[in-house]
């Protein structure tokens, strides 16, 4: 089992930063793969961004490259999400999540499990 926690939403304006971290426990961080997704109201879970269990290997969504990076300290057991220039579409409850198997890229919230509670996110415009 992987216990999954996420901290760090919040409302800003368009244009601001956020950094969102997700704790891990229950399982060797440094061995599995992570993800970042969204779900805004009434739409599906989307794919954020992924890494590699070592950190050395990521996948972005279109709507976020350039903006958001995705980082892991595996001495703290800990995923960030560096949020920048946010915009209004960025509205959403973020999960970490952890890969089913070996970092493969996938976007597919299917290929992840144990899943957090989820932080709110709201950029207002």
């Known amino acids: 089992q992987v216990q999954l926690v996420e901290s760090g939403g919040g409302l800003v304006q368009a244009g601001s930063s956020l950094r969102l971290s997700c704790a891990a426990s229950?399982?060797?961080?440094?061995?599995?793969?992570l993800g970042w997704f969204r779900q805004a109201p009434g739409k599906e879970r989307d794919f954020v961004a992924s890494?590699?269990?070592?950190?050395?290997?990521?996948t972005y969504a279109e709507a976020v490259k350039g903006r958001f990076t995705i980082s892991r300290d595996n001495a703290k057991d800990t995923l960030y999400l560096q949020m920048n220039s946010l915009k209004p579409e960025d509205t959403a409850v973020y999960y970490c999540?952890?890969?089913?198997?070996?970092?493969?890229?996938?976007?597919?919230?299917?290929?992840?499990?144990?899943w957090g509670q989820g932080t709110q996110v709201t950029v207002s415009s």
């Open positions: 890494i590699s269990s070592r950190g050395q290997r990521t």
């Open positions: 999540s952890k890969k089913l198997g070996y970092y493969s890229g996938s976007q597919d919230p299917r290929d992840f499990g144990f």
């Open positions: 229950g399982r060797t961080f440094s061995n599995y793969a």
